[in-house]
T-cell receptor, first 109, second 112 residues
Framework: GQQLNQSPQSMFIQEGEDVSMNCTSS?????WLWYKQDPGEGPVLLIA?????ELTSNGRLTAQFGITRKDSFLNISASIPSDVGIYFC?????????FGQGTRLTINP | EAQVTQNPRYLITVTGKKLTVTCSQN?????MSWYRQDPGLGLRQIYY???????DKGDVPEGYKVSRKEKRNFPLILESPSPNQTSLYFC???????????FGNGTRLTVT
């Protein structure tokens, strides 16, 4: 099946720092998605990207769809305690959504 | 409120005892899917359903069954659970197969 490489696997930062994570795939895809999973809950969609080169923001979050259509990154600016959780990238195929391994974000106050 | 509801949230059972995890969505979505989440492996798809009476295997279907008799329900069945099926399970749905998924809150299953 399709494989995604998401990095880093975990991050430990101070409150107020910026965060950056990325995903790469071995194939070209037309849709990249970023989800966040809070502790004890299911993943929730943060940002959807549908066009190569597209840069989309959602509050303090910014995500970009790579120009090669094989990668995407997610940035979080000025992190706050509620940003803690696991972030997943996902690629949308015809019949399923394939996820990266996740980036676990921990914030020290 | 639009949502995907899974039950139970937590389940501890023994090897070989059949169990069913229910999933229901109230958004009239055509597409539904089951994932399991394991540390270091992310979310892996077990089964999916494109519409009523249409189901197909995902990446890790062994040991699982599903059914889609009605549009809103998509139960996950473990006929003979084994310890390697201890995991966190998520049901999800979307309008179409290529639309972003909406997830339930998960079912944590422990098989001893």
């Amino acid at each position: 099946g399709q494989q995604l490489n998401q990095s880093p696997q975990s991050m430990f930062i101070q409150e107020g720092e910026d965060v950056s994570m990325n995903c790469t795939s071995s194939s070209i895809f037309n849709t990249w998605l970023w989800y966040k999973q809070d502790p004890g809950e299911g993943p929730v969609l943060l940002i959807a990207l549908y066009k190569a080169g597209e840069l989309t923001s959602n509050g303090r979050l910014t995500a970009q769809f790579g120009i090669t259509r094989k990668d995407s990154f997610l940035n979080i600016s000025a992190s706050i305690p509620s940003d803690v959780g696991i972030y997943f990238c996902g690629i949308q195929g015809a019949q399923k959504l394939v996820f990266g391994q996740g980036t676990r974000l921990t914030i020290n106050p | 409120e639009a949502q995907v509801t899974q039950n139970p949230r937590y389940l501890i059972t023994v090897t070989g005892k059949k169990l069913t995890v229910t999933c229901s969505q109230n958004m009239n979505h055509e597409y539904m899917s089951w994932y399991r989440q394991d540390p270091g492996l992310g979310l892996r798809q077990i089964y999916y359903s494109m519409n009523v009476e249409v189901t197909d295997k995902g990446d890790v279907p062994e040991g699982y069954k599903v059914s889609r008799k009605e549009k809103r329900n998509f139960p996950l069945i473990l006929e003979s659970p084994s310890p390697n099926q201890t995991s966190l399970y998520f049901c999800a749905s979307s309008i179409l197969s290529n639309s972003p998924l909406h997830f339930g809150n998960g079912t944590r299953l422990t098989v001893t």
